[in-house]
């Protein structure tokens, strides 16, 4: 097989949820702890810090990651979904995984493959762990896929957890409360091992705090500990300022991000609270910095109020539950601009209502569909739009909607693309 043949043979033998949602979705550790015998326990080889959470995980695995390179460690990135191609998922020290590598995994798993029949992100979370261990890592930076406690990267023990924040997102698997969501992230949190909350919720301090005391884990709540204000940008436009003070002490940190986003400042106050408390490496302020302002040139991180242009502006953002896009949209109406155009694009299992009630009123709107399967038909979108007091109109891809977007837009307009990971993988 090659390359393409491949994701083929991964894409149509195994379930993947990036494809088809829920029926992917396996509930227990069976086929992840058959793989990992099978394949001599590899994630034992490396240390491992282990990311879960709603909104903000993603960035804060690249985040780790991007520091721990800066400080000279071998460090593996396993994150999710991929947005243009599946080798984003496994890195190290910022290089994908190669292609033969991919291929030499599954064409050599081919009898374990066809007994166990695992799903597609079970499949490649051991093809990460594996991978890491044959590349030398001294480190690997593990998010999770779905919640934590039943996710297939939770059989390892990491140095350290952490858990960004809960949100409502897969309550059709997760659970219907914030209490329950938290109740399964919570499930990373292992014995002895220290673990940070980036962000104090009243509905689920007690649940990370009782689960914490169970194990005997250290636990702590960043925001109590550090808090970040998002400022201007650079003059090249490629950083953006953020101020950290140490609650502690008063001192202010000042910041240079590769990350443009108002809401990473809730991610780096995560990121610093990690670094005070993890212990076994040797690691620098300096380097803390430096990896804040390389991250998206270490680690290849994408999709993150990503500008594309500037006249007029484009920005995309893979935000795609309701916390998240209330943020994204807070800093859209913060952002100078004459007209705003969206274009945007939801997954079928998405409460689509809910999601369109945050949207601005007076943006124009272009709707439209991935290319995948879980993408929600855009005129049942424009219909739910209009229903909600929004106006546009419906492109059957997301290439017609862009051009429409970009025809009808002046220098001094915004244009925005998001509401899902894969309408975001179609531009960037």
């Known amino acids: 097989m090659n390359y393409d043949e491949t994701l083929e043979f991964l894409y149509s033998q195994l379930p993947a949820y990036h494809r088809i949602g829920k029926p992917a979705y396996k509930n227990n550790l069976d086929n992840t702890l058959a793989l990992d015998e099978y394949s001599g326990n590899p994630h034992r080889l490396y ?55 991919v291929i030499k995994f599954v064409r050599d798993h081919q009898p374990v493959i066809k007994s166990l029949k695992p799903s597609f992100f079970e499949m490649t979370a051991a093809m990460s762990f594996s991978y890491f261990a044959d590349a030398g890592a001294d480190v690997a930076v593990i998010e999770t896929g779905l919640g934590g406690r039943l996710d297939s990267t939770n059989i390892i023990t990491p140095v350290l957890s952490v858990i960004t924040n809960v949100g409502h997102d897969h309550m059709d698997m997760l659970g219907d409360s914030l209490q329950k969501i938290a109740a399964e992230k919570a499930g990373i949190i292992k014995q002895n091992v220290p673990v940070v909350i980036s962000e104090t919720q009243p509905e689920t301090a007690g649940i990370f705090l009782s689960k914490a005391e169970g194990t005997d884990s250290p636990l702590s709540f960043a925001d109590t500990n550090f808090s970040c204000i998002p400022g201007g940008y650079s003059k090249s436009g490629k950083t953006r300022n953020f101020a950290v003070t140490d609650l502690s002490s008063g001192r202010v940190i000042n910041v240079e991000s590769g990350l443009h986003g108002d809401y990473q400042a809730g991610n780096l106050k995560a990121l610093f609270e990690v670094f005070r408390v993890m212990e ?66 939801f997954v079928n299992d998405k409460d689509v209502r809910s999601l369109l009630s945050v949207m601005p009123e007076d943006a124009i709107y272009y709707f439209t569909r991935a290319s995948v399967e879980r993408a929600m038909d855009e005129n049942v979108l424009l219909s739910e739009a209009l229903r909600a007091g929004l106006e546009g109109k419906s492109y059957r891809d997301v290439r017609s909607a862009m051009i429409a977007a970009i025809g009808n837009a002046e220098e001094d307009d915004m244009i925005f693309i998001g509401g899902s990971t894969f309408v975001v993988a179609e531009v960037v």
């Not at 491992?48 to 520091?67: C, D, E, P, R, Y």
């Not at 999710?80 to 190669?98: A, C, Q, T, V």
């Open 47 to 101: 240390k491992t810090i282990h990311i879960a959470g709603t909104n903000g995980k993603g960035s804060v695995s690249h985040l780790i990651a991007s520091v721990l390179m800066e400080s000279g460690y071998r460090t593996g990135l396993f994150t999710s979904p991929h947005l243009r191609d599946f080798r984003e998922r496994i890195r190290i020290n910022g290089k994908m995984i190669p292609r033969s590598t």
């Open 280 to 345: 076994g490496f040797i690691i620098t302020e300096d380097d803390i910095l430096r990896g804040i302002r390389n991250v998206v040139r270490n680690t290849g991180i994408m999709g993150r109020w990503q500008v594309l242009g500037r006249s007029p502006l484009i920005v995309c953002d893979t935000g795609h539950n309701r916390e998240g896009l209330e943020f994204v949209i807070k800093q859209i109406r913060n952002q100078p601009k004459n007209r705003l155009h969206m274009v945007l694009g």
